[in-house]
């Protein structure tokens, strides 16, 4: 485990928008991409695993995935196709992910129990383990 570098890209999900959102026993997997620009060309993608908490805000709906409670899930579908805005560290190593709508997705980090909070899968191969 280790926590987010001072030179960390927070532009990295710049003109992506939400592929995907994937649901395991304890996690959360978006998927985001940014669209094909010519025929042949892979496009680029990166992923977030969530092991730790994940909160959530569209609409009215203020909410958190709770691993024991799938209905906390079903609002993360809302937020397939949406554009992200930005990205901002909003505490110790918790990002949030702002969409055009005004919706937001917070990843949040948990440094109490030595374990991984969360893993940022990057086009380029290389692996972030928070």
Known sequence: ?????DDFDFSLLSG???EMVCFGVRVTR???SRPQTFAGVSPYK????VEAGLKYQIDDIVG???FNDSSTSAPLLDFLLMDVESVEKVETDALQIKFSTGAKITIESDVSDGYESYSIYLDSGDIIVV
């Open 46 to 49: 990166v992923s977030f695993c």
């Open 1 to 5: 485990m280790s926590t987010l570098s």
């Open 30 to 32: 978006l998927d985001f």
């Open 64 to 66: 958190q995935r709770e």
């Open 16 to 18: 992506c928008y939400l």
